[in-house]
């Protein structure tokens, strides 16, 4: 193992010159650096991680902030965590993944050990019992996601407001008056998650703008509830023509209940997704989306962070993701959506004579359905 006296030897300079050339703690001349610097490539050299941290008074780690809740889907929670420790490594640093749902006395006891130089908070709520604690933290911190009132804060996510509107607009561009939102679980909505919210306010406030009728239905994400939802919506609603899904989940359930309903999708009813590109594409029927980019976001997160322990100035306190519709094979103009079915009379609604086959199933979700839900301000 090559150690910090073979680069002195190596550069003709003594082991304390290197020392300082690697902490930064004591000016050394620009041509003695890069003399240091071309020894520790040539030979190889890499500081030891603990000596690194003494001199520099960091643990080389961040705090990644993600309790793990009722109603989170974790395969995409992973992918924002995954793109987090990639680009944590790019900086030389560790993450260190907290997951226990014990909100600020967590984060506070991290910080007081300095297990961690910064954190990376997730899962953030629009009135989060945590902000407090990080707007008067010693270390640094980045949301990914916005609360209510981000002031004092540094936040980075998707538009999740626009990318509700985004599929309204594509609806209403193909001539769709009636559309639904089957939203995140309903515990989602109860703790006040921003992103859910964000969706249902953009979602409805695009309908009203654009004179669409609308209604936001939350749903438990099991494909028992998938089928249930798709017969509670035709049933409520039997002019339905396009629908909106942000609960990967169901999204592939729900789109086969309807088709087991005897529903062509798109020339029945257009269906839009909120989701992972991946998630759209390799679908058998690839899904009309807004993609959630996890690793352009999880990316940012940890540059703004590298930003703030440097302390550059002009860090911005908001990054917004514009939300980005790609048009697949699930949407489609509503003059076909609204063509009768095989065997309908002429100009009946594709929804009309459907079998109903299990009423009880869809009553059982019934009370986690609602036309409007009490949203705070975007």
Request: charged share 20%; hydrophobic share 40%; net charge negative.
């Given at each position: 193992?090559?150690?910090?006296?073979?680069?002195?030897r190596h550069?003709?300079?003594s082991a304390?010159?290197?020392?300082?050339a690697?902490?930064?703690?004591?000016?050394?001349?620009?041509?003695?650096?890069?003399?240091?610097?071309?020894?520790?490539?040539e030979?190889g050299?890499?500081?030891h991680a603990?000596?690194?941290?003494l001199?520099?008074?960091?643990s080389?780690?961040?705090?990644?902030?993600l309790?793990?809740?009722?109603?989170?889907?974790?395969?995409v929670?992973m992918q924002?965590?995954?793109?987090?420790?990639t680009a944590?490594?790019?900086?030389?640093?560790?993450?260190?993944?907290?997951?226990h749902?014990?909100?600020?006395?967590g984060?506070?006891?991290?910080?007081?050990?300095?297990?961690?130089?910064?954190?990376?908070?997730?899962?953030?709520?629009?009135?989060?019992?945590?902000?407090?604690?990080?707007?008067?933290?010693?270390?640094?911190?980045?949301?990914?996601?916005?609360?209510?009132?981000p002031?004092?804060?540094?936040?980075i996510?998707?538009?999740?407001?626009?990318?509700g509107?985004?599929?309204?607009?594509?609806?209403?561009?193909?001539g769709?008056?009636?559309?639904?939102?089957v939203?995140?679980?309903?515990?989602?909505?109860?703790?006040?998650?921003?992103?859910?919210?964000?969706?249902?306010?953009?979602?409805t406030?695009?309908?009203?703008?654009?004179?669409?009728?609308?209604?936001?239905?939350?749903c438990?994400e099991?494909?028992?509830?998938a089928?249930?939802?798709?017969?509670?919506?035709?049933?409520?609603?039997?002019?339905l023509?396009?629908?909106?899904?942000?609960?990967e989940?169901v999204?592939?359930?729900l789109?086969a209940?309807f088709?087991?309903?005897g529903?062509?999708?798109?020339?029945d009813?257009?269906?839009?997704?909120i989701?992972?590109?991946?998630t759209?594409?390799q679908?058998?029927?690839?899904?009309?989306?807004?993609?959630?980019?996890s690793?352009?976001i999880?990316?940012?997160?940890?540059?703004?962070?590298?930003?703030?322990?440097?302390?550059?100035?002009g860090v911005?306190e908001?990054?917004?993701?514009?939300?980005?519709l790609?048009?697949?094979?699930?949407?489609?103009?509503v003059?076909?959506?609204?063509?009768?079915t095989s065997?309908?009379?002429?100009g009946a609604?594709?929804?009309a004579?459907?079998?109903?086959?299990d009423?009880?199933?869809?009553?059982?979700v019934?009370?986690?359905?609602?036309?409007?839900?009490?949203l705070?301000d975007?």
């Amino acid at each position: 193992m090559v150690k910090i006296t073979d680069v002195a030897r190596h550069a003709n300079v003594s082991a304390s010159t290197v020392s300082y050339a690697l902490s930064g703690k004591r000016p050394i001349s620009e041509e003695t650096r890069r003399r240091i610097e071309d020894s520790i490539r040539e030979l190889g050299y890499r500081p030891h991680a603990g000596a690194r941290s003494l001199a520099s008074s960091r643990s080389q780690v961040i705090g990644l902030v993600l309790p793990l809740r009722k109603g989170m889907h974790m395969p995409v929670v992973m992918q924002f965590a995954t793109s987090v420790a990639t680009a944590a490594r790019e900086h030389d640093h560790d993450v260190l993944l907290l997951t226990h749902n014990e909100g600020e006395e967590g984060i506070n006891r991290v910080a007081r050990s300095r297990l961690a130089d910064a954190f990376i908070i997730m899962d953030v709520e629009m009135d989060d019992r945590r902000l407090p604690l990080l707007r008067g933290l010693d270390q640094p911190s980045v949301l990914i996601g916005f609360p209510s009132d981000p002031a004092g804060l540094t936040c980075i996510d998707l538009d999740f407001a626009g990318a509700g509107e985004a599929c309204v607009e594509h609806l209403a561009s193909l001539g769709h008056g009636t559309v639904a939102l089957v939203g995140s679980p309903p515990e989602v909505y109860v703790r006040g998650t921003g992103f859910a919210r964000r969706v249902a306010a953009g979602f409805t406030a695009a309908a009203d703008r654009l004179g669409l009728r609308s209604s936001v239905h939350p749903c438990p994400e099991t494909p028992a509830a998938a089928q249930a939802m798709a017969e509670q919506l035709l049933h409520e609603q039997p002019e339905l023509s396009g629908v909106v899904i942000h609960n990967e989940p169901v999204t592939q359930p729900l789109i086969a209940a309807f088709q087991t309903m005897g529903l062509r999708v798109p020339q029945d009813l257009s269906v839009v997704a909120i989701c992972p590109d991946e998630t759209a594409e390799q679908a058998p029927l690839p899904i009309s989306s807004v993609s959630i980019p996890s690793a352009e976001i999880g990316t940012g997160a940890v540059d703004l962070l590298m930003a703030k322990l440097a302390e550059h100035d002009g860090v911005p306190e908001t990054t917004t993701l514009p939300a980005t519709l790609t048009e697949r094979a699930t949407s489609a103009a509503v003059s076909s959506a609204t063509a009768p079915t095989s065997g309908g009379s002429a100009g009946a609604h594709p929804h009309a004579g459907l079998a109903w086959a299990d009423t009880s199933l869809a009553q059982r979700v019934s009370d986690t359905a609602s036309t409007r839900l009490p949203l705070s301000d975007p």
